[in-house]
């Protein structure tokens, strides 16, 4: 089974633009492992902010934008807010969309 | 609006058996593939299983395969989540989701269900 690996912790400053990454232990990440990146806070469930890479849903703030870099997914944040503090677990799909595996998730912090 | 919600979490003793289930509104639930996640506390998520709109395809993570069955019911609206030999280390947060994986795809997730398992 593929590992999917991420930063454990980010700092970024109020205002500030961060990027999350997301690879795969079988190679460079592509559109058909339709990446998603989720966000969650302590205590809540995880909610959808991108999916097959850069889609938004209606929730999703503009400032949240995904894309494929350097053989990675890659979420960035541009103008992070206080609020933007919380935990991001990206998710591949392997065998035709059919299985997942779970990144081990970045705390993010602003400050 | 779409609502998942989960039920049937508990304390259960090691090597027993749970079923977990996930009533589904504000979508035609027959049309969408449907997954368990879970969480172990302090910890990630884990994509657990997936099953196809008609149930005619069922995915498992290593892990449980074996243990665990994905099922549904479409004309109830709802996805279970058949858990048996269960082990400490099933110990977690079971959430349902929709479409996280398969033909189309957008992520829908429901509020979760803790499993404790411990004698």
């Known amino acids: 089974q593929a590992v999917v690996t991420q930063e454990p912790s980010l700092t970024v400053s109020p205002g500030g633009t961060v990027t999350l990454t997301c690879a795969s232990s079988t190679g460079a990440v592509t559109s058909g492992h339709y990446p998603y990146w989720f966000q969650q806070k302590p205590g809540q469930a995880p909610r959808t902010l991108l999916y097959?890479?850069?889609k938004k849903h209606s929730w999703t703030p503009a400032r949240f934008s995904g894309s494929l870099l350097g053989g990675r997914a890659a979420l960035t944040l541009s103008g992070a807010q206080p609020e933007d503090e919380a935990d991001y677990h990206c998710?591949?799909?392997?065998?035709?969309?059919?299985?997942?595996?779970f990144g081990g998730g970045t705390k993010l912090t602003v400050l | 609006e779409v609502q998942l919600v989960e039920s049937g979490g508990g304390l259960v003793q090691p090597g027993g058996s749970l079923r977990l289930s996930c009533a589904a509104s504000g979508f035609t639930f027959r049309s969408y593939w449907m997954s368990w996640v879970r969480q172990a506390p302090g910890k990630g998520l884990e994509w657990v299983a997936n099953i196809k709109h008609d149930g005619g395809e069922k995915y498992y993570v290593d892990s449980v395969r074996g243990r665990f069955t994905i099922s549904r019911d479409n004309a109830q609206n709802s996805l279970y989540l058949q858990m048996t030999s269960l082990r400490a280390e099933d110990t977690a947060v079971y959430y349902c989701?929709?479409?996280?994986?398969?033909?189309?795809?957008?992520?829908?997730w429901g509020q979760g269900t803790l499993v404790t398992v411990s004698s």
């Open positions: 998710l591949l799909s392997y065998s035709d969309a059919r299985q997942g595996v």
């Open positions: 989701a929709r479409d996280l994986m398969g033909a189309t795809r957008s992520g829908y």
């Open positions: 097959d890479t850069s």
